[in-house]
């Protein structure tokens, strides 16, 4: 039944007010009034804006006008905190679940959710694979699923990650009542995947368009030798200000961050393996910082809302038009003139390719992992992070397989469960089971007399625990989570299992064959699309016609005008990539009896031919790292070449 709130929801006036009240605006950005009209009349909903155009009101204003919590799933913990800050400030109830909270946090989180006092609650999509997180929903009122980054959902799209694509079925098992699904960079074909996979009717998917009038699109080819050079006369010729310069590795960060902080620039650098401290006070010294330059992989800047960003230089190619289009996205968003520039080198093609070969698993492995799946009954309790080094395996790309198979129909997955918890009791025992009359006090004795007694914490297998004391597993768990929930004992969870069932049990060794050769073509299909996704990069740069005009027509806008102002229109020519000298044939200056030699030492490792080629171009997998062979010092001896040679050349050994 419709609550009196939500039937006053969708009554003129309410979200102008809202805007008003709670956001101090007069008036909305293009496309949220749409998007919100929506919501608030009990549709589902897509918004497709730029970086910057304002996504986030369209679910924070609803959120208040609804009974219940909104929960927004969202990969970018930086976006979470500036978010609630930003929620906070305005008295608004929100919060975040995540691995940085303390205990303490958590459970004053839970209390809130458990009360009904929370509005707005973000947690990646990741959270969904804890057992307990998905009990407690079960017992919330949630109003709206909202999603960000909702292009990760397309098995298509340009960073497509399984967890997104089992949302859709999370919605409607928990039978939220509406979903908005947002993104900035979309091209119409991952449009139409989210609508299907939220059943979204056509006429709810909102696209303002992908223009920024005030950017100024500059794509410069430049020899790789001299990026450096280039980069250093554009910093000190245009007027200074808060700049953002990504580069594809993390050395090449913090060696250019090196030589532009040496000629006296205030450049640091910012990429996944610093310290978190050293990220968070290089992040906040860049936001505080009028003239901060900061040289980063592609993490830096998701979530991040810094208006005054006056240049994006991309040292290096971008791995896709998508990627660029989001990246580019984070200047100017204060509406001032800002400048975005590309330097285009052909050097950069091989290692960008590399990383989409490096997902590709070795047909050996696939076939492996099908049969040990098949004959592993009809019922399946596996451990993601074992199964992807057994057969060497990325864990992402692992879990992309198995999505592959549920979308097959050969399996379908249950709920994920912690095959171990462990328990550190805050007060006596004696206390706790006091707290307590009758069978309950009993329960909670046998599960301490049960579990396994270490210096501090306790530690049992749930499963076992059940079959031992002739109880659900249910209620052991809830059991264990009641002691947490009353600040008794401290909860930690271990050894993360995922239910998979067979669809067809008696199916077997027929199926063998034709899902492994469909899977590798599924992944060799995925390899070319990411491989023409590079090579769109350098169509732009050598586009004859307005560049902006081109990008937006990707995403599906069609422009009538030229910009006027991308290297196109300015020059009235088209750009032409430096040449490239014509690379040795692998295997160059290898010492070929060595590595023969390693791989005789580790056939685990290094046997089939894909294996030996990603070792030698200096890509890491989870037989590489186990056998300690990322140390060596042949690991990335090709390091530069283009794998598809690297690869044929290790398969004539």
Same mark, same amino acid.
């Given at each position: 039944?419709?609550?009196?709130?939500?039937?006053?929801?969708?009554?003129?006036?309410?979200?102008?007010?809202?805007?008003?009240?709670?956001?101090?605006?007069?008036?909305?950005?293009?496309?949220?009034?749409?998007?919100?009209?929506?919501?608030?009349?009990?549709?589902?909903?897509?918004?497709?804006?730029?970086?910057?155009?304002?996504?986030?009101?369209?679910?924070?204003?609803?959120?208040?006008?609804?009974?219940?919590?909104?929960?927004?799933?969202?990969?970018?913990?930086?976006?979470?905190?500036?978010?609630?800050?930003?929620?906070?400030?305005?008295?608004?109830?929100?919060?975040?679940?995540?691995?940085?909270?303390?205990?303490?946090?958590?459970?004053?989180?839970?209390?809130?959710?458990?009360?009904?006092?929370?509005?707005?609650?973000?947690?990646?999509?990741?959270?969904?694979?804890?057992?307990?997180?998905?009990?407690?929903?079960?017992?919330?009122?949630?109003?709206?699923?909202?999603?960000?980054?909702?292009?990760?959902?397309?098995?298509?799209?340009?960073?497509?990650?399984?967890?997104?694509?089992?949302?859709?079925?999370?919605?409607?098992?928990?039978?939220?009542?509406?979903?908005?699904?947002?993104?900035?960079?979309?091209? !119409? @074909? $991952? *449009? /139409?995947?989210?609508?299907?996979?939220?059943?979204? &009717?056509?006429?709810?998917?909102?696209?303002? #368009?992908?223009?920024?009038?005030?950017?100024?699109?500059?794509?410069?080819?430049?020899?790789?030798?001299?990026?450096?050079?280039?980069?250093?006369?554009?910093?000190?010729?245009?007027?200074?200000?808060?700049?953002?310069?990504?580069?594809?590795?993390?050395?090449?960060?913090?060696?250019?961050?090196?030589?532009?902080?040496?000629?006296?620039?205030?450049?640091?650098?910012?990429?996944?393996?610093?310290?978190?401290?050293?990220?968070?006070?290089?992040?906040?010294?860049?936001?505080?910082?009028?003239?901060?330059?900061?040289?980063?992989?592609?993490?830096?800047?998701?979530?991040?809302?810094?208006?005054?960003?006056?240049?994006?230089?991309?040292?290096?190619?971008?791995?896709?038009?998508?990627?660029?289009?989001?990246?580019?996205?984070?200047?100017?968003?204060?509406?001032? !003139? @800002? $400048? *975005? /520039?590309?330097?285009?080198?052909?050097?950069?093609? &091989?290692?960008?390719?590399?990383?989409?070969? #490096?997902?590709?698993?070795?047909?050996?492995?696939?076939?492996?992992?099908?049969?040990?799946?098949?004959?592993?009954?009809?019922?399946?309790?596996?451990?993601?992070?074992?199964?992807?080094?057994?057969?060497?395996?990325?864990?992402?790309?692992?879990?992309?397989?198995?999505?592959?198979?549920?979308?097959?129909?050969?399996?379908?997955?249950?709920?994920?469960?912690?095959?171990?918890?462990?328990?550190?009791?805050?007060?006596?025992?004696?206390?706790?089971?006091?707290?307590?009359?009758?069978?309950?006090?009993?329960?909670?004795?046998?599960?301490?007399?049960?579990?396994?007694?270490?210096?501090?914490?306790?530690?049992?297998?749930?499963?076992?625990?059940?079959?031992?004391?002739?109880?659900?597993?249910?209620?052991?768990?809830?059991?264990?989570?009641?002691?947490?929930?009353?600040?008794?004992v401290e909860l930690r969870t271990a050894d993360l299992r995922h239910?998979?069932?067979?669809?067809?049990?008696? #199916?077997?060794?027929?199926?063998?064959?034709?899902?492994?050769?469909?899977?590798?073509?599924?992944?060799?299909?995925?390899?070319?699309?990411?491989?023409?996704?590079?090579?769109?990069?350098?169509?732009?740069?050598?586009?004859?016609?307005?560049?902006?005009?081109?990008?937006?027509?990707?995403?599906?806008?069609?422009?009538?005008?030229?910009?006027?102002?991308?290297?196109?229109?300015?020059?009235?020519?088209?750009?032409?990539?430096?040449?490239?000298?014509?690379?040795?044939?692998?295997?160059?200056?290898?010492?070929?009896?060595?590595?023969?030699?390693?791989?005789?030492?580790h056939p685990e490792a290094l046997g089939h031919p894909r294996q030996?080629?990603?070792?030698?171009?200096?890509?890491?997998?989870?037989?590489?790292?186990?056998?300690?062979?990322?140390?060596?010092?042949l690991f990335g001896a090709l390091e530069g070449y283009r794998f598809?040679?690297?690869?044929?050349?290790?398969?004539?050994?």
């Open positions: 039944m419709t609550s009196p709130r939500e039937t006053a929801a969708s009554d003129p006036g309410v979200a102008e007010d809202l805007l008003n009240r709670y956001f101090g605006y007069s008036a909305f950005l293009p496309g949220q009034e749409a998007v919100i009209r929506v919501l608030l009349q009990g549709g589902s909903a897509v918004a497709i804006f730029p970086t910057g155009g304002g996504k986030s009101l369209c679910y924070q204003l609803p959120a208040l006008a609804f009974e219940g919590v909104t929960l927004v799933v969202s990969p970018l913990i930086a976006l979470m905190k500036d978010q609630i800050d930003f929620l906070q400030a305005r008295g608004i109830a929100a919060a975040r679940l995540d691995s940085t909270l303390s205990l303490q946090e958590t459970l004053a989180i839970n209390d809130q959710l458990r009360e009904g006092s929370l509005k707005l609650l973000y947690v990646a999509p990741e959270r969904f694979n804890n057992e307990r997180f998905l009990s407690q929903l079960q017992r919330t009122s949630i109003s709206l699923l909202a999603i960000d980054e909702a292009h990760c959902i397309s098995e298509w799209g340009h960073n497509f990650r399984p967890d997104y694509l089992k949302l859709a079925e999370i919605a409607r098992t928990l039978q939220v009542p509406r979903v908005l699904a947002l993104t900035a960079t979309a091209t !119409p @074909s $991952v *449009v /139409e995947d989210i609508r299907a996979a939220f059943e979204i &009717p056509p006429g709810n998917a909102v696209v303002t #368009g992908f223009y920024r009038p005030n950017l100024e699109l500059h794509t410069t080819p430049v020899p790789a030798a001299d990026r450096d050079t280039l980069l250093l006369e554009r910093l000190r010729s245009r007027p200074p200000g808060p700049t953002i310069v990504y580069v594809t590795l993390q050395r090449t960060a913090e060696e250019v961050a090196a030589r532009l902080s040496a000629e006296g620039l205030p450049a640091r650098a910012y990429h996944a393996g610093m310290d978190h401290v050293d990220r968070a006070q290089v992040q906040d010294a860049w936001m505080a910082s009028d003239r901060g330059i900061v040289v980063a992989t592609i993490a830096f800047g998701m979530g991040i809302d810094k208006t005054n960003v006056r240049y994006v230089y991309h040292y290096n190619l971008p791995k896709s038009l998508e990627s660029y289009s989001q990246e580019i996205g984070r200047a100017g968003r204060d509406g001032a !003139p @800002s $400048v *975005v /520039e590309l330097f285009a080198t052909p050097e950069d093609v &091989p290692t960008l390719e590399s990383f989409a070969f #490096g997902d590709t698993p070795a047909e050996s492995s696939i076939g492996d992992l099908v049969s040990e799946l098949l004959n592993g009954g009809p019922e399946l309790a596996i451990s993601q992070y074992e199964l992807a080094n057994r057969h060497d395996i990325r864990t992402l790309v692992l879990r992309t397989l198995l999505t592959y198979l549920e979308l097959q129909g050969v399996f379908r997955q249950g709920t994920p469960f912690y095959a171990g918890y462990e328990v550190r009791p805050l007060i006596p025992i004696d206390e706790i089971i006091g707290q307590f009359q009758g069978e309950p006090a009993q329960l909670v004795q046998s599960l301490f007399q049960f579990a396994k007694k270490g210096r501090t914490w306790y530690s049992l297998n749930p499963d076992e625990a059940a079959g031992a004391l002739q109880q659900e597993r249910r209620r052991v768990v809830r059991a264990l989570e009641y002691l947490q929930e009353h600040g008794w239910r998979y069932y067979r669809v067809d049990p008696e #199916g077997g060794a027929d199926a063998l064959a034709p899902l492994t050769e469909d899977l590798n073509r599924r992944f060799q299909t995925r390899e070319n699309r990411e491989i023409e996704r590079v090579r769109m990069v350098l169509d732009l740069v050598t586009h004859t016609g307005c560049q902006t005009r081109y990008l937006a027509s990707y995403f599906g806008e069609e422009r009538a005008e030229d910009c006027g102002h991308c290297t196109y229109c300015r020059t009235d020519r088209p750009s032409q990539l430096p040449p490239l000298p014509p690379p040795p044939a692998p295997p160059g200056n290898l010492d070929v009896s060595q590595f023969e030699s390693l791989r005789r030492t030996a080629a990603r070792f030698l171009c200096g890509l890491t997998s989870p037989a590489l790292t186990r056998a300690k062979l990322t140390r060596h010092p598809p040679d690297v690869l044929a050349w290790c398969e004539t050994l």
